[in-house]
């Protein structure tokens, strides 16, 4: 059998992914939801919808940066079985698929970053890097290769093929909270700015902001991406420590996911929160700022 890059599209290919398992299905579901926004021009918007907005949005950025990102595409951090299922309820709530097929791809973009490989690389193009991508056959799989650790939970299978259950529960509470507005400002508005936050992170990213590390791919540290983002704007420095359950490496780069890690640690839901060694936060490059 061939082995490689080939070997692993194919062996991808096989996994069950249910709803969303081909780049139609996701385009049609995709475009939907930020069709679904213009809504709003009927509907208006009163302070109740702002507010559910705020809360639909934050609590599923919360479950994409802890969960999906710095849990199970990195093992930043340990929790029980029973927490680790919440993070993945939280980051399926985001409509960003399921848990094995996100992390599984993250890992991917880490191996090839800006090469030869990468999902979702700025040098085939702003579009591609920030969209594009998730409309790629290539992609559309869980590359179960990637993500075996996780893969023996059945709990995660079942999720990551009945992905589309969370955002369905979410969108109909959002409907039974505030009616046709609740639906459209708590899950079709939340969910599209969830979308462009996250994605900002795999384009803006990768083009504008500054270098601290000498990492080998184009990462770059974004105070306004981590802003919106809950901490995964300070890029560079997760590139140079992919492990850490903080990324932003100094004080003054705020983190919002990893200050709520803080307190769930204090709680006891969480333990064994990784941080960067303090002989890799010195290793800068002596030029601390590149052109975009």
Same mark, same amino acid.
């Given at each position: 059998?061939?082995?490689?890059?080939?070997?692993?599209?194919?062996?991808? +290919?096989?996994?069950?992914?249910?709803?969303?398992?081909?780049?139609?299905? %996701? /385009?049609?579901?995709?475009?939907?939801?930020?069709?679904?926004?213009?809504?709003?021009?009927?509907?208006?918007?009163?302070?109740?919808?702002?507010?559910?907005?705020?809360?639909?949005?934050? @609590?599923?950025?919360?479950?994409?940066?802890?969960?999906?990102?710095?849990?199970?595409?990195?093992?930043?951090? !340990?929790?029980?079985?029973?927490?680790? @299922?919440?993070?993945?309820?939280?980051?399926?709530?985001?409509?960003?698929?399921?848990?094995?097929?996100?992390? &599984?791809?993250?890992?991917?973009?880490?191996?090839?970053?800006? !090469?030869? &490989?990468?999902?979702?690389?700025?040098?085939?193009?702003?579009?591609?890097?920030?969209?594009?991508?998730?409309?790629?056959?290539?992609?559309?799989?869980?590359?179960?290769?990637? =993500?075996?650790?996780?893969?023996?939970?059945?709990?995660?299978?079942?999720?990551?093929?009945?992905?589309? %259950?969370?955002?369905?529960?979410?969108?109909?509470?959002?409907?039974? %909270?505030?009616?046709?507005?609740?639906?459209? @400002?708590?899950?079709? =508005?939340?969910?599209?700015?969830?979308?462009?936050?996250?994605?900002? %992170?795999?384009?803006?990213?990768?083009?504008?902001?500054?270098? !601290?590390?000498?990492?080998?791919?184009?990462?770059?540290?974004?105070?306004?991406?981590?802003? =919106?983002?809950?901490?995964?704007?300070?890029?560079?420095?997760?590139?140079?420590?992919?492990?850490?359950?903080?990324? &932003?490496? @100094?004080?003054?780069? =705020?983190?919002?996911?990893?200050?709520?890690?803080?307190?769930?640690?204090?709680?006891?839901?969480?333990?064994?929160?990784?941080?960067?060694?303090?002989?890799?936060?010195? /290793?800068?490059?002596?030029?601390?700022?590149?052109? +975009?």
């Amino acid at each position: 059998m061939d082995s490689g890059p080939v070997r692993s599209v194919h062996a991808a +290919a096989a996994a069950p992914d249910g709803a969303l398992a081909s780049s139609r299905s %996701v /385009a049609i579901a995709y475009w939907g939801v930020h069709l679904g926004c213009l809504l709003a021009f009927y509907t208006g918007v009163s302070a109740a919808d702002l507010a559910l907005l705020a809360a639909t949005f934050s @609590f599923r950025v919360f479950g994409i940066t802890a969960g999906y990102h710095r849990y199970f595409a990195h093992k930043s951090f !340990r929790t029980s079985r029973g927490f680790q @299922f919440v993070l993945a309820l939280l980051g399926a709530s985001a409509t960003q698929k399921g848990p094995l097929w996100w992390a &599984g791809l993250h890992r991917r973009h880490h191996a090839y970053a800006d !090469r030869e &490989g990468d999902v979702h690389s700025p040098k085939q193009g702003f579009w591609y890097a920030h969209q594009g991508w998730i409309f790629d056959p290539r992609w559309t799989a869980t590359p179960e290769e990637q =993500i075996r650790d996780f893969s023996q939970h059945p709990e995660l299978v079942w999720l990551n093929r009945w992905h589309v %259950v969370p955002p369905v529960v979410l969108a109909v509470a959002c409907f039974a %909270v505030g009616g046709l507005s609740g639906l459209v @400002f708590g899950y079709f =508005i939340s969910t599209t700015l969830l979308w462009h936050a996250t994605y900002s %992170v795999n384009s803006l990213a990768h083009r504008f902001g500054s270098r !601290r590390y000498e990492t080998p791919d184009t990462s770059r540290n974004n105070f306004w991406i981590a802003l =919106i983002t809950f901490g995964e704007g300070w890029h560079n420095n997760h590139h140079h420590y992919m492990r850490s359950a903080r990324q &932003g490496f @100094f004080w003054w780069e =705020i983190d919002v996911t990893y200050y709520c890690l803080r307190a769930l640690a204090a709680l006891g839901v969480v333990w064994d929160l990784r941080e960067p060694p303090a002989a890799l936060l010195e /290793a800068r490059t002596p030029r601390l700022r590149d052109a +975009a």
